[in-house]
């Protein structure tokens, strides 16, 4: 099996920065697409950022500027670096990576159990 374990949500103030991390491990041989979800109370779980495994991201338009996601193929992990946070980004941040597991011939999305961030003052 494979696990996502994510880290370094919490509380921050209006235009605060938080950096989040998500390791991956298990029967890994590969981990192709690595991305950020979120959601918010009472609405549906959207596209944050995702990163190729060349290096390669994609933004939600509305985020872009202010989010910057990155990885460590060495280490398996990506990372989301938010700054000028805002009381709107507040939301369960949740990790997906598309991997190929060692004996097995197709990629599987995996995700992560989320991790909480919540911008108040």
């Known amino acids: 099996q494979v696990q996502l374990v994510e880290s370094g949500g919490g509380l921050v103030q209006p235009g605060g920065s938080l950096r989040l991390s998500c390791a991956a491990s298990?029967?890994?041989?590969?981990?192709?697409?690595m991305g950020w979800y979120r959601q918010a109370p009472g609405k549906q779980r959207e596209l944050v950022a995702t990163?190729?495994?060349?290096?390669?991201?994609n933004y939600a338009d509305s985020l872009k500027g202010r989010f910057t996601i990155s990885r460590d193929n060495s280490q398996n992990t990506t990372y989301l670096r938010m700054n000028s946070l805002k009381p709107e980004d507040t939301a369960v941040y949740y990790c997906?990576?598309?991997?190929?597991?060692?004996?097995?011939?197709?990629?599987?999305?995996?995700w992560g159990q989320g991790t909480q961030v919540t911008v108040s003052s």
């Open positions: 990163i190729t495994r060349g290096g390669n991201p």
């Open positions: 298990g029967s890994i041989f590969s981990i192709n697409v």
């Open positions: 997906n990576a598309e991997v190929k597991r060692i004996g097995v011939r197709t990629a599987e999305h995996f």
